[in-house]
């Protein structure tokens, strides 16, 4: 079964880290463009980060400095660390290959800062 699953998500104070794990089956990452993406209830799921085939990485801005996407193709597996966590960051964040294809999202993974 073709799937990515997210995992690492919890709860965290602000300033705070997490790092997430998007792992596939079914498939290989190496090839892909990868991206995460996250969602607040009521509002349009946003992207977070993606990155290429060749490691090349992109951010929005409000991730840039506290964000980083990697990707370890033996594992295959993309990862986002997450440093300096504010409560605005709350959301269920999701990976998907970019662009994003509708069977392929999944359950995310919770991410909740909070004091």
């Known amino acids: 079964q073709v799937q990515l699953v997210e995992s690492g998500g919890g709860l965290v104070q602000p300033g705070g880290s997490l790092r997430l794990s998007c792992a596939a089956s079914?498939?290989?990452?190496?090839?892909?463009?990868i991206g995460w993406f996250r969602q607040v209830a009521g509002k349009e799921r946003e992207g977070v980060a993606c990155?290429?085939?060749?490691?090349?990485?992109y951010y929005a801005d409000s991730m840039k400095g506290r964000f980083t996407i990697s990707r370890d193709n033996a594992k295959n597996t993309v990862y986002l660390q997450m440093n300096s966590l504010k409560p605005e960051d709350t959301a269920v964040y999701y990976c998907?290959?970019?662009?994003?294809?509708?069977?392929?999202w999944g359950q995310g993974t919770q991410v909740t800062v909070s004091s």
């Open positions: 998907n290959l970019q662009p994003a294809l509708s069977q392929y």
């Open positions: 990155i290429s085939s060749n490691s090349g990485t």
């Open positions: 079914g498939f290989t990452l190496e090839s892909y463009t």
